[in-house]
């Protein structure tokens, strides 16, 4: 921790877009107390698709636009950033930056009893085997099966949560888990917490469903009280949260006010390039 960080200093959170949203919903209620600036790539979204150099680039500049911030803490709010570009920014910065990857296979591995996991994620996420990589580095006798499921993103961001569509393509991406043994389901990507009533219908109740997102906020809990870097003051009955993205910003805001438990007044769009 650098010593001129304060207590009060926010947490930044990033990610390719609005997906994040799902991570800072919980840091808003785990961690009412903190503020936090959010920082959302709505420009270069997806990262599900690209290379690593490209998201590594694109994951040092926002962490550089956040330290412009004085966030005492980062959340790599995005599955994809978390595995491909955590192990090259974390020791380069003074501050503590965690991602939602270990999380996420840390509370798989606490429920798991048939010793098998499933992961599901974007295309880059599973050919990272990230998730398969720490999961056995933990536990090597654990099996993971992955598999990435692109369409489970536009289907959130367009509003087809409950549409029947949806139940189409979360049979044709999840129908060969039945013919596994997992007991534990990884929902390893930022938008696929949105998916769970479905999912959870469609995998029935012997499958437990984990979500990075609330593994994630805990370990900053956790993190933050070690290092007795807990925010002590709060006006009001929650922190204050701005919001910034790198386009649209009214799309954005539109969709933040649909999955957040407060409305967010204003979005601001930066350039984020120039860091
Ligand atoms: N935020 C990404 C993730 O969690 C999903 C969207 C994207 O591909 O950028 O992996």
Redesign the pocket.
């Known amino acids: 921790m650098g010593m001129n960080v304060k207590k009060t200093a926010p947490i930044g959170v990033f990610?390719?877009?609005v997906?994040?949203l799902t991570v800072a919903r919980e840091i808003m209620r785990n961690l009412p107390n903190e503020d936090i600036v959010y920082f959302g790539d709505t420009a270069r979204?997806?990262?599900?698709?690209k290379s690593k150099d490209n998201i590594i680039r694109y994951s040092k500049q926002i962490i550089h636009f956040l330290q412009t911030k004085g966030v005492k803490a980062i959340v790599i709010?995005?599955?994809?950033?978390s595995a491909l570009a955590l192990d090259a920014v974390k020791d380069e910065f003074d501050i503590p930056i965690i991602g939602?990857v270990e999380p996420g296979a840390r509370a798989a591995l606490a429920v798991t009893e048939t010793k098998k996991i499933g992961v599901i994620?974007?295309e880059?996420?599973v050919r990272s085997a990230m998730y398969e990589k720490i999961i056995q580095e933990i536990e090597p006798d654990v099996s993971v099966v992955a598999k990435a499921c692109p369409l489970f993103?536009p289907l959130v961001e367009e509003g087809f949560k409950k549409h029947h569509v949806t139940d189409e393509i979360i049979d044709y991406y999840l129908s060969s888990f039945k013919e596994t043994d997992i007991d534990a389901l990884i929902l390893?990507?930022?938008?696929y917490p949105l998916l769970r009533s479905k999912i959870r219908e469609y995998v029935g109740e012997k499958i437990t469903l984990v979500n990075p997102a609330y593994e994630t906020a805990m370990d900053l809990k956790l993190i933050l009280e070690e290092q007795d870097m807990e925010n002590p003051d709060v006006e009001g009955d929650h922190g204050s949260y701005s919001f910034y993205v790198s386009d649209a910003a009214d799309k954005f805001k539109q969709f933040a006010n649909s999955i957040l438990p407060y409305d967010i007044e204003t979005t601001k769009q930066i350039n984020i390039e120039e860091y």
Do not use: E, L
């Open positions: 990610d390719s877009g997906g994040g979204v997806p990262y599900g698709s709010a995005c599955n994809t950033a939602v994620g974007t880059a996420t993103v390893g990507c930022t938008h």
